[in-house]
């Protein structure tokens, strides 16, 4: 795995071929990987931290079933790219899921501008989050949508306390319809920790 590659560029990605022979052991390993990168905040809401791997799998994914070649690779660079951490910061997709749809409409339209009450608390000190700015999150009726992308900037401090594993590192929603905190175990922050340069 290469958590610390900041970009996924044209000559990274597999071609096809090769692609479909490794999917299913690639499929699997990431599935790993994932497992100390998730973290459930309340009943409805999980935070998946993203990185490199993780989004390298996104896009052979999107190539493989869609097949749409070069074309489509450009589109797929100018989504996920941004989301892969740049050494100063953890980058989360954050998704809201409930099964039933009538309940989920009222949900998300109960937490309206959830993120920006979205944040990391590092041992007490809040590292606020910053959603990504390419679509408007929350619509004109109040509704906001049930995935949102988001960066927890860190600074050379708060990275420090991050690392010590005598440190208390929490997952936070802190809209006032929806206000649940969850503790991220040991291995999710070891993961996590990698993510920083």
Request: proline share 5%.
């Amino acid at each position: 795995m290469t958590a610390m590659k900041k970009e996924i560029t044209p000559a990274d990605i597999l071609p096809y071929e090769t692609y479909a022979k490794e999917r299913k052991e690639r499929r699997t390993a990431i599935t790993a990987l994932k497992k100390n990168r998730r973290v459930e905040v309340g009943p409805h809401a999980t935070f998946y931290f993203e990185n490199y791997d993780t989004m390298f799998q996104q896009i052979q994914e999107m190539l493989h079933i869609e097949k749409g070649g070069a074309e489509q690779l450009e589109d797929e660079l100018r989504a996920y790219n941004p989301l892969i951490p740049q050494g100063s910061e953890l980058v989360a997709t954050i998704m809201f899921e409930i099964n039933d749809e009538v309940r989920r409409d009222r949900f998300l339209r109960s937490i309206t501008w959830v993120e920006k009450h979205l944040f990391i608390d590092v041992g007490g000190e809040k590292v606020p989050g910053e959603a990504e700015t390419d679509v408007e999150r929350t619509k004109a009726d109040g509704k906001t949508s049930s995935v949102h992308f988001v960066h927890f900037r860190f600074t050379p401090g708060q990275i420090a306390k991050f690392r010590d594993p005598a440190t208390q590192v929490l997952a936070v929603i802190a809209h006032e319809n929806y206000h649940h905190m969850a503790v991220l175990p040991p291995a999710v922050k070891e993961a996590l920790a990698m993510d920083f340069a």
